[in-house]
């Protein structure tokens, strides 16, 4: 029986481009343990120049390109049965790159086009949330189109500080500021439209930082991994703190939680994914107020880090689910899709 053509997606356009190399990485390693996959390695240069990969994929690194030959993007279907894109943050994780596959009628791994757009611009999946009451903390979205210095001190009365100030659109804490003096709001907005042209300002609370995986392709099949807490090397869990930190941050797994914690949040990741439409694999955020026990739904992540520093994988190896069979999952949902929505357009058309 011949192996499936698994299309790992890697690099792109986003500034997590490194970080993508990690996460590909690992990802290809695994599936190839599993023994079902031919693994075809595809990647995206920073300039948005597809490549077919020739090198050894068990370690790309920056200069992967030299190991690469022209690709042309129209010929994907021909080469890969489905598709696995590993492309953290825009030009990848917004559903732009789903759109093409949709296109290209070719099944892949994750969210669909509406869900992931949905997840990755935080202020449109924050006014969704509150439209289901699901509770987050208190947060401005700000365009810079009408972004007014003055307003700085509306920002603080609103939500007071410290804050923290982010793009609405983007990953790996990249472009996220901790604001704890009113004199440094204006450089952390700055910085933050440096990567967005809409950012979010979030009142900031003394929490526990909370992480757990959901897979599935509806609410009645969700499944839900271990829960699992960050302690963060720096102030919050940053980049440097993600990636940099050479293992100085800690992750406890399982989460220390009381029963009724961890049964509110199974719930909250439940509802916050299907609130998005979500399909395939997440992995949701979440804090835990110290001072007063609240719950409070961060954010969702539709293409999570798979790096050996990440979350997902090791939450699911608390489950059981080492990562081989992780993939094999995330495929499997990913080729369930396809196949429905195929069988919809065949009835349709009858």
Known sequence: MSKLRLGVIFGGRSSEHEISLLSAT???????????????????????????????????????????LPFNVGDLKEVVDFAFPVLHGPYGEDGTIQGLFEMLNIPYAGCSTLSSSVAMDKGIAKDLFSAKNIPQVKYLVVEKETYKGKDKELFLKKLGLPLFVKPANGGS???????????????????????????????????????????????????VSAIGEILPASEFYDYKAKYES??????????????????EIIRLAKEGFSAIDGEGF?????????DWGNIYLNEINTIPGFTEFSMLPLLWKQRGVEFPELVMKIVGYGNERYSIKNSWSTDFHK
């Open 26 to 68: 690992a990802i290809m390693r695994e599936a190839e343990k599993a023994g079902k996959y031919e693994i075809v390695p595809i990647g995206i240069t920073k300039e948005g120049q597809w490549k077919s990969y020739t090198g050894d994929y068990g370690c790309l690194k920056v200069d992967w390109e030299k190991d690469a």
């Open 173 to 223: 804490s990249v472009g996220i500021t901790k604001v704890k003096k009113k004199e440094d709001l204006e450089d952390a907005i700055a910085n933050a439209f440096l990567y967005d042209r809409r950012i979010l300002l979030e009142r900031g609370v003394n929490a526990r930082e909370i992480e757990v995986s959901v897979i599935g392709n509806n609410l009645r099949d969700y499944e």
């Open 246 to 263: 050479e293992g100085r941050s800690k992750l406890l797994i399982p989460a220390e939680l009381k029963k009724n914690e961890e049964e």
């Open 282 to 290: 997440s992995r949701i955020d979440f804090f835990i107020d110290k």
